[in-house]
């Protein structure tokens, strides 16, 4: 999960790439314009057919307050629901953006804010800036309060609102999806709901193996939902037992998992918002995400 420690490797990565700077990213401050960065590639035809997306603004009642989400559909039909946690600079523009691309694939995505408990989103600004130290103070103790008991109540509330939605076909499973600090809520919401996902993939998720009692790993046997874990190289490096450990609990889960270190690749390379976004392996793992959901979301 990101940390000091990645965002040196990243500044790092940055000063010897030479990707999109600060500045640049400053005017990427609309889902428009993170859309615009995203290939066409990857999507159904349902946006096509049906006449395109319907997005809104929501407000999911919770156990502990509103949590003001973005909710995403095709303009016609009933679609299987995504639940997506976006990483721990939260909800903003560039996953509004994700959320929108995923639906154009035939999906009734609802993307939240995890923080809603302190802030209404973009609880950072539109481009968070995980640089500063005082933008990493702030989400960090945002984000010490999605304990396993508050996380899971949360993915409850949120596939339940999912369901109620008459866009979404109840007859298929829900797929849950995460990035960063979503890698673990992912592993929760399989485990909160396990009657109703099918499917659940992280992307460059951190925490999944911990030596504590509630470590998201010891959930892998509540859950049959088949799963994507996408690892970043260097937090592969930092930490290359975790893919073993999750690998020997799924096999003993009897549950399918497809785990693999993208070459190459910085802890928060998917989102188009990050400095260190790399367009090839988050296609491919874009790519990885919708075959999941093609053949567990049944």
């Given at each position: ?217 010891l959930l892998i046997p509540k859950s049959p939902a088949h799963v994507l874990h996408a690892v970043a190289e260097n937090d592969d490096a930092k930490n290359p037992t ?57």
């Amino acid at each position: 999960m990101c940390d000091e420690f990645t965002e040196k490797d990243n500044q790092e990565f940055l000063k010897k790439n030479g990707h999109l700077n600060r500045r640049n990213f400053g005017k990427l401050t609309t889902v428009a314009a993170f859309s615009a960065m995203l290939p066409l590639t990857g999507c159904a035809q349902t946006a096509t057919e049906d006449g395109g997306v319907v997005e809104s603004e929501v407000e999911v009642t919770m156990a502990d307050g509103v949590s003001d989400s973005y909710f995403v559909h095709p303009a016609q039909g009933k679609h299987p629901g995504i639940l997506m946690w976006p990483d721990i600079k939260g909800l903003r523009p560039a996953f509004k953006a994700m959320g929108k691309r995923l639906a154009a694939s035939g999906y009734s995505v609802l993307v939240v804010n995890p923080f809603y408990r302190d802030a209404k989103h973009p609880v950072a600004g539109d481009v968070p800036d995980f640089s500063d130290p005082d933008t990493r103070k702030l989400l960090f103790g945002m984000a010490r309060k999605l304990t396993q008991d508050a996380s899971m109540s949360d993915a409850r509330a949120y596939i339940d609102f999912i369901d109620a939605q008459v866009s979404t076909d109840t007859n298929r499973k829900i797929g849950t999806c995460g990035y960063c600090m979503g890698g673990p809520l992912i592993m929760r919401t399989a485990g909160a709901v396990p009657d109703r996902v099918g499917a659940a993939a992280s992307f460059h998720g951190g925490g999944l193996v911990t030596d504590k009692d509630d470590s998201p790993h010891l959930l892998i046997p509540k859950s049959p939902a088949h799963v994507l874990h996408a690892v970043a190289e260097n937090d592969d490096a930092k930490n290359p037992t975790q893919k073993t450990v999750l690998a020997a609990a799924y096999k003993a889960a009897g549950v399918p998992a497809e785990i693999e270190v993208y070459a190459g690749t910085k802890h928060g390379w998917c989102p188009p918002d990050s400095t260190v976004y790399d367009e090839a392996q988050a296609e491919k793992a874009w790519g990885r995400m919708l075959a999941l959901y093609e053949t567990a979301l049944v």
